[in-house]
């Protein structure tokens, strides 16, 4: 499935508010759809994940684990915000899928669940 596709698939999970599709290495994002300026920028929140994603992995290397990212969970007040890593036997050692949900609409489990199918459907 290529990347408008996927998008769109992550955009009918219940409660998803945006999703984009993320290179952590240079912050920018390959396609987004939702969000809105007011609330939800997803251009800068893109850009501003990839912040966590680096640390992350600065922390995992810093501790010399033997390990790699599957997803990152920030929960808000009102909001899931979901960062799951490609894998980078996919040849896309750098891309991350971004989905912010509805916290009052979504289900955390069956949203992850979806986002690893996309993730694996997924060419780029």
Same mark, same amino acid.
Request: without cysteine; neutral net charge; hydrophobic residues 45%.
């Given at each position: 499935?290529? /990347?408008d596709?996927?998008?769109?698939?992550?955009?009918?999970?219940?409660?998803?508010?945006? *999703? *984009?599709?993320?290179?952590?290495?240079?912050?920018?994002?390959?396609?987004?759809? #939702?969000?809105?300026?007011?609330r939800?920028?997803?251009?800068?929140? &893109? &850009? #501003?994940?990839?912040? +966590?994603?680096?640390?992350?992995?600065? +922390?995992?290397?810093?501790? #010399?684990?033997?390990?790699? /990212?599957?997803?990152?969970?920030?929960?808000?007040?009102?909001?899931?915000?979901?960062?799951?890593?490609?894998?980078?036997?996919?040849?896309?050692?750098?891309?991350?899928?971004?989905?912010?949900?509805?916290?009052?609409?979504?289900?955390?489990?069956?949203?992850?669940?979806?986002?690893?199918?996309?993730?694996?459907?997924?060419?780029?």
């Amino acid at each position: 499935m290529n /990347i408008d596709t996927a998008l769109k698939e992550a955009m009918s999970i219940g409660g998803a508010l945006g *999703a *984009a599709l993320v290179d952590y290495d240079s912050g920018m994002s390959l396609g987004s759809v #939702g969000g809105n300026a007011e609330r939800l920028n997803l251009e800068v929140a &893109a &850009a #501003g994940n990839t912040e +966590v994603v680096r640390s992350k992995l600065r +922390v995992i290397s810093a501790l #010399g684990l033997n390990d790699g /990212i599957e997803d990152i969970l920030i929960t808000l007040h009102r909001q899931y915000h979901l960062i799951r890593l490609l894998e980078p036997a996919k040849g896309n050692p750098t891309l991350f899928l971004y989905l912010v949900l509805d916290r009052e609409r979504a289900n955390l489990a069956l949203a992850r669940h979806y986002l690893k199918r996309i993730e694996t459907n997924l060419m780029v």
